[in-house]
């Protein structure tokens, strides 16, 4: 990925933490931690998941723009 792309990933993984507060997020380089593509069956990147208690509630492959994670995050997490 590149390095404009990753900054855009991790500006909209910084405005759904601020925007919503009583949500964990993380934003995990899977180069860093390739582990974590295995252990949550992903083969793209980047991918974002909605956990609950380690267990996959919601998962979406490639790159969302934050009006469709947030549309994502209150239809899926019923979150106001």
């Known amino acids: 990925s590149s ?3 990753d900054v855009y990933k991790r500006q909209i993984v910084d405005q759904i933490k601020s925007d919503f507060n009583n949500l964990k997020v993380v934003f ?3 180069d ?3 582990g ?3 252990r949550f069956q992903s083969s ?3 991918t974002i998941l909605f956990l609950e208690d380690s267990k ?3 998962k ?3 790159l969302s723009s934050y009006k469709e994670l947030v549309e994502s995050i209150n239809e899926e997490l019923l979150v106001l």
Request: charged fraction near 15%.
């Open 3 to 5: 390095a404009a792309s």
């Open 28 to 30: 995990v380089d899977a």
């Open 32 to 34: 860093i931690y390739p």
């Open 36 to 38: 974590m593509l295995k």
């Open 44 to 46: 793209s990147v980047p």
């Open 56 to 58: 996959i509630l919601w």
């Open 60 to 62: 979406k492959n490639g």
